[in-house]
């Protein structure tokens, strides 16, 4: 079974194409391949392109943990590299169709820069989903391990916690992180940010992701704390988002539309041995 590895600020996937695996990996599988220690260490696993009426391809996410993810920033950027790099795309505009939605994705001149338009972040309870009356999940008060915290709750095809902070650290993402991950407000789990406003054009995040655990870098994470910060007023429509790994620049539009541009690095390629599975 062949691989392409790539990253996008340190968050790595591993793109398996249909040519060379008709189906899917089963979960068991997506967990031993991504293991850093027993199989080829990956933060999940992007199957595609897919045949797909609603787009020009079709892209499933796999989280390290066997779950399925329905968006991913750094995913969508790392797929649209691979296309270009097996000559299935150009520089001109395409679009990729996932559980989340469907997004258009445009590749800079040497196709180290990405541009995807991610969709729009929505706030209404009933869309994340987390329970309760129908409301726009901002500013709302949350206990984890005896302490109380502010957080709002977004969804940009996926479902996000932001808790503003005035400091943040790779040490609070990981304690608060699984708390919030599996809190039973969030009906599906939900991936997790640390949010430090800088000034109004710049913000610092880490995150803790559904599935993966603490991450260097996440294009959807980024989407909704920006969207958050420019929600409670903190940054106008332009944000430069600066995480563990590296920076990626938004544009937050009208219904805050996220326009969001970012790398994506090829590694290289790997043949998994059967051995591995068996």
């Known amino acids: 079974m062949r691989f392409y590895k790539y990253h996008a600020l340190g968050n790595d ?3 398996l194409d249909p040519e060379d695996a008709q189906t899917a990996p089963s979960n068991e599988s997506i967990r031993i391949i991504c293991h850093r220690n027993f199989g080829l260490g990956s933060d999940g696993i992007l199957y595609g ?5 609603a787009a020009d391809f079709a892209l499933r996410i796999f989280n390290p943990d066997g779950s399925e993810a329905e968006k991913s920033g750094n995913g969508l950027r790392i797929f649209s590299r691979y296309l270009l790099d097996r000559e299935r795309v150009s520089e001109d505009p395409f679009t990729i169709s996932t559980i989340g939605g469907v997004v258009t994705c445009k590749i800079h001149k040497g196709g180290h820069l990405i541009t995807v338009e991610m969709g729009n972040v929505s706030f209404k309870s009933e869309d994340i989903p987390v329970p309760g009356a129908s409301r726009e999940v901002i500013d709302e008060s949350i206990e984890l391990g005896g302490e109380k915290y502010r957080y709002c709750a977004a969804t940009i095809g996926n479902p996000h916690c932001v808790l ?41 995040i880490e995150i803790w992701e559904r599935g993966a655990g603490y991450t ?45 541009t970012g790398p994506a690095t090829r590694v290289g390629e790997m043949l998994l041995d059967e051995e591995l599975l068996g």
């Open 164 to 204: 503003p902070l005035t400091e943040i650290s790779e040490k609070m993402a990981k304690h608060l992180g699984p708390m919030l991950e599996t809190h039973p407000l969030f009906l599906h789990r939900t991936n997790v940010q640390l949010l430090k406003v800088i000034d109004r054009e710049n913000i610092q």
């Open 216 to 260: 260097l870098a996440s294009g959807s994470s980024s989407s909704a704390a920006a969207a958050v910060a420019h929600r409670l007023g903190m940054v106008d429509n332009d944000v430069t988002v600066h995480m563990p790994g590296g920076d990626i620049i938004l544009h937050i539009g009208d219904d805050y539309a996220i326009t969001m």
């Open 13 to 15: 996937y591993l793109v």
């Open 49 to 53: 392109p897919e045949k797909c009426e």
